[in-house]
């Protein structure tokens, strides 16, 4: 499986620095630190209710946490937060995909939206995440794991360097976790970075572990 080769700034890092994050009253997590460096793939565990899919929504800068910093090339991301949604894709737990749009037309708006769109065609995307012959069905009538693999295709239509992506195998059979993991290891390889939630063991080269309490 290929994906685009444009090599990532090796120098880049986003470090986290004494997080803190409280839902409904109760503690999440405090003073959470790790850095994420270029070439790196970090796999968030816990159980449920420990904060994974927050603590992913914090890295987005989709949600604020109690106390703590996010820095993207040592700059507070809150100082600029266009220049770092710039960088990254997000793929949260649902799919979230438009079930009345075709893959294609999903594809299609998924790159006019990106900061950094590639050159591979819409229809080597969808055939890379084995989607081959589904490209103008409308995309509610296909099954959990094909609507999975048609978010997932996103990644190939934006060049970025951070991934953040939350249980990204759901669904998934063994065939496509296998190309799941081997996206990520060509991404590790060019300098990207990811980090992901998900019950499944990543079977990537380059991962490591950060377990939430």
Known sequence: MQVSQRQFDRQNTLTISQL????????LFEGLNFELKAGELLQIE????????SLLRILCG????????????QQDIEEDKAVYWE???YIGHAPGVKGELTPIENLRMAKALGSQPTDISLESA??????YGFEDVPTRT?????????ALARLLTNDVQLWILDEPFTALDKKAIQMVESLLDQHAQ????????????????????????
């Open 190 to 213: 060019r300098g990207g970075m990811a980090v992901i939630t998900s019950h499944h063991h990543v079977n990537c080269e380059y991962a490591r572990i950060l377990k939430l309490a």
């Open 142 to 150: 296909l099954s959990a794991g094909q609507q999975r693999r048609v």
């Open 62 to 73: 989709l949600s604020l946490p109690e106390s703590g910093q996010i820095f993207w090339q």
């Open 126 to 131: 969808l055939e890379q995440v084995g989607l």
């Open 87 to 89: 960088n990254l894709s």
């Open 46 to 53: 816990g159980h449920n209710g420990s904060g994974k899919t």
């Open 20 to 27: 803190e994050c409280i839902r409904d009253d109760r503690v």
